[in-house]
């Protein structure tokens, strides 16, 4: 009895489910994903349970008991359960790769799933095409003339072990949900940005970088001694700036050579400590980032050429409008988590953060201080070439959302009207107020370099950038002159 049901087994919940998942691979490369592959499990298992089910044969091997084809539900819902404790529900972990072996006729759909990044068909894969088959034995015994045995206990048994390792895979994906979100991603820079920097790109002929109100008195017209430039995200738009204003046939240059190039805070500091660039242009740098620079024996030069706020922002229907420095700590520090001890809504903060040393994340640990920053919010990210990596989520405007930048990305190169900076101990940040020190979360714009630089043009570049016509560039950017 024993080896026809595992014969049984074999065919219906292996060779059968394998040949679907074959075809669902190449209907999920010309639908969407998931309802490509779902599609036709449920399809194919709908069918194969009907076929199953006038088989008389099917019954006496089975020794006429409808529960054995609800077994595989119990089993797939157990090891999901066990797998999601074992991963802390993240997909992208190496564990799942045995959950496949253990799934083995869903290979070609897992295979497209990590290749994609979409971990729900881990679970809904195999779960779409037991339920469309069981739905089909059940609705031919409700309507048929074949009246298997059926027992009660054994199908209370079943039902039990698969709701309880439903509800316990279920209960670590809402566990999860609560630090990780959904994917966003970025969607311009090559993966490296948020926001479109076309416009402020040097070899864009509509740009809307800023014209000097005089020709440049510092111009540098050698490709071989212009500095290369990169920097963070907000800082672009000026070191761009800078760039059109001073070096001679910029497009043409750009055309052999990259001289204006961004990859963003984290990458850009790497590879001015690696000589691979000149110039790197954001905030101060982080502890962490100091210390790469003591471990690579080199001696950072930071220029001031210009000023920032640092500002938090909310959505615009928020009634809150202004916290104090000591509402912000407690907010970071997960000691305030709901908007009613702020005199707002009653509603959980959801508190974004940037990535571990991005320029905006290093100036939040500066204002925390010694108070520890709870774990940022997360999200998992379809990588190149298959897998999910784990990263620090984007800002996303829901109501009850927090989150922080500088001005000029937050008001001017991504501005957004659903959201509104809050004024910081009463203070707002008006470039008045950033101008005279007032705003209590200003900050510098650094020009940094490294002291050990021999490239003719540098500093001279950092000396136009300190007076009147790089000041210019900078306020008509929409930063505040370092003067």
Known sequence: MLKKMVRLWSLWFGI?????????????NVSSLMIGALAT???????????????????????????????????????????MLISGGFYGSEVWWYYGISHIAMAPIYFMAMFM??????????????????????????FGKLRPAFHKKQLLSILLVFALAISTGAAVEWHRSKTV??????????????????????????????????????????????????GAEAAYPVYSGFANATYKNI????????????????????????????????????????????KAGKELVMTPIGKEAFVFFVNHKNPVDDLSVAEIKGIYSGKIKNWSKLGGNQARIIAFQRPKNSGSQTLLEKIMGETPIIEPLKEDVP??????????????????????????FATGMSPNPDIKLLAINGIEPTPKNIGSGKYPFTANLYAITLKDNRKQQVQPFLKWMQGSQGQEIVEKIGYIPVN
């Open 383 to 408: 990588e190149g070439m298959g897998g999910i990596i784990e990263q620090v989520a984007d800002y996303r405007n829901y109501d009850n959302s927090i989150g922080f930048s500088f001005r000029f």
């Open 41 to 83: 499990l449920i399809v194919g298992g709908l069918l194969a349970g009907f076929i199953a089910s006038i088989k008389q044969e099917i019954w006496e091997k089975s020794g006429h008991n409808v529960l054995f084809f609800l077994y595989p539900l119990a089993y797939t819902a157990v090891l999901w359960a066990v797998f």
């Open 16 to 28: 059968i489910p394998l040949v679907l998942s074959i075809l669902a691979f190449f209907m999920m």
């Open 117 to 142: 990044g979409e971990g729900r068909l881990f679970l809904w894969a195999p779960l779409v095409y037991e339920l469309a088959f069981a739905a089909a034995i059940m609705a031919s015994v409700a």
């Open 181 to 230: 979100l959904p994917s966003y991603g970025f969607k311009y820079g090559g993966g490296y940005s948020s926001t479109d920097l076309t416009p402020y790109e040097v070899t864009n002929p509509d740009n809307k970088l800023p014209q000097l109100n005089t020709k440049s008195s510092f111009i540098i017209s050698n490709p071989n001694e212009m500095p290369i430039l990169d």
């Open 251 to 294: 497009k043409n240059v750009m055309a052999e050579k990259e001289v204006v190039t961004f990859t963003n805070t984290i990458y850009a500091y790497e590879r001015l400590l690696s000589g691979e660039i000149d110039i790197y242009f954001g905030a101060e740098p982080s502890k962490e980032q100091q210390e790469m620079a003591k």
